[in-house]
């Protein structure tokens, strides 16, 4: 019997089986070895190929592909198309970063993602690595999703990695949670959205401006950004500073990014703008300026909240990292290193993002935290690991699956 030690209790795992079932050589008494991630746990089907030629520099990507559930139509993620979408994706996807990647008989470990997310979704990725892992007789390992994000600014090839303790502001479009990380298998939630997340406020209002995509944030940041002069128009918003004025939520460690929506429709209703494909472009412009604006300050405004309510916790913490799809946003960057780089109760003296093409949904991100947990902890999934549709990022290794690999 061997103990893994999770965040809050131990899990006792009978690892005979495990035992048998690896017959290679141990991973990392090897030059280096190659890693295929997969990620499908919302509409982007993902697979890449790793090459971990040494535990000193960033594994080199022999293969990075995509395909995104097309649902611009539908104007949000149907499960079932996604479900459908991954089943049809995974296979083809697959061959071809094989193929690319020359690594089709050299695959040593395999990362997928195992959740949180949509369980249909996640169980498109988890079946064909589970069937991989067997065929090949290769390990596998069931990453977090959220880790995933959390970690990629580590894989960065100038050597400023962040070191734990470390926070991360986790912006995207399922998720908007600021974390407090001590180690890999240490986090602590210190805020968390109570309704929908930062990603899919912006969407919705990008939506109601007219904005089509699948990355409607990112078109009307690049439409603002086109003139920023059309900002400061006379036409202005009331937007709303959510929790921030009931008493009994005022002090609420939480994000809530629900009432934005309304409160753009309220607006466009107000100032008689309800047409808003009629609007000349510097009205829109400056309408989804101050949308943006409203959303990022929400952020913001907990972010210091939290930092100036248990400033002993923030003491040793000095890099921040934000990641996610939402990461990518300028202004939020911006605002981040601006508002938050120079507080009495906390002091960040480094901001890490993900590269731009690493901020959105990816497997490299999957492949990286399976090897970061693979180095780190030795850690492996059992096959019959299921998808986890809510899994808190504090509760990592306290779940059923996880098992001590050979290092
Ligand atoms: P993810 O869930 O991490 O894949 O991120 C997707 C979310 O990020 C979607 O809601 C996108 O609209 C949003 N997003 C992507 N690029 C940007 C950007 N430049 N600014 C704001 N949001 C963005
Ligand atoms: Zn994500």
């Given amino acids: 019997m061997i103990a893994i030690k999770g965040t809050g209790r131990f899990l006792l795992k009978n690892c005979r089986i495990w035992q048998r079932r690896v017959s290679n050589r141990p991973i990392q008494s090897r030059k280096g070895y190659k890693v295929l991630a997969i990620e499908t746990s919302c509409d982007d089907t993902c697979v890449s190929v790793l090459d971990r030629l040494s535990t ?11 395909d995104t559930l097309d649902s611009i139509d539908e104007g ?54 589970k069937g991989l892992a067997v065929a090949w007789n290769k390990p596998l390992v069931g990453v977090h999703h959220m880790l995933g994000h959390l970690l990629i600014p580590r894989m960065a090839t100038n050597g400023k990695v962040p070191q734990f303790p470390f926070v991360s502001l986790l912006v995207s479009g399922g998720h908007t949670t600021f974390v407090l990380s001590r180690a890999i298998n240490d986090h602590e939630i210190l805020c968390d959205s109570i309704d929908i997340a930062v990603g899919d ?29 059309d900002q400061d128009l006379a036409l202005k918003l009331e937007m709303p500073s959510p929790l921030k004025y009931n008493p009994s939520r005022r002090n609420m460690l939480s994000f809530s990014f629900s009432a934005f929506i309304t409160a753009l429709r309220t607006n466009l209703v107000k100032l008689g703008k309800t047409q808003v494909h009629e609007l000349p472009e510097y009205e829109i412009r400056s309408i989804a300026y101050q949308v943006q604006e409203s959303i990022f300050d ?39 290193e601006t508002e ?68």
């Fill in 340 to 407: 938050l780089g120079t507080l009495n109760s906390a002091s960040f003296s480094n901001f890490h993002y993900p590269p731009l093409d690493l901020c959105s949904d990816n497997s490299i991100m999957i492949g990286w935290a399976g090897i970061e947990i693979w180095e780190s902890l030795g850690l492996v999934s059992d096959l019959d690991m299921c998808p986890i549709r809510q899994w808190p990022l504090n509760d990592l290794l306290n779940v059923d699956g996880w098992r001590k690999g050979q290092l």
């Fill in 76 to 129: 949000g993620i149907i499960p079932t198309k996604a479900h459908i979408h991954h089943q049809a994706r995974i296979g083809p996807l697959t061959e071809r970063a094989l193929t690319e990647s020359n690594a089709r008989e050299e695959i040593d470990l395999i990362c997928v993602t195992r959740g949180p997310g949509m369980p249909g979704s996640l169980s498109g990725g988890l079946d064909f690595a």
């Fill in 201 to 229: 406020s912006l969407d919705k209002c990008g939506r109601e401006l007219g904005f089509k995509g699948t990355m409607i944030a990112r078109e009307m940041e690049n439409f603002i950004n086109q003139d920023i002069n």
């Fill in 298 to 336: 929400h952020i913001i405004n907990k972010l210091k909240h939290v930092l100036k309510s248990q400033p002993e916790k923030f003491e040793n913490v000095h890099e921040f990292v934000c990641s996610g799809g939402v990461s990518s946003n300028q202004r939020l960057r911006t605002k981040l």
């Fill in 56 to 66: 000193n520099t960033a594994p080199t990507v022999l293969a990075n592909l995509k």
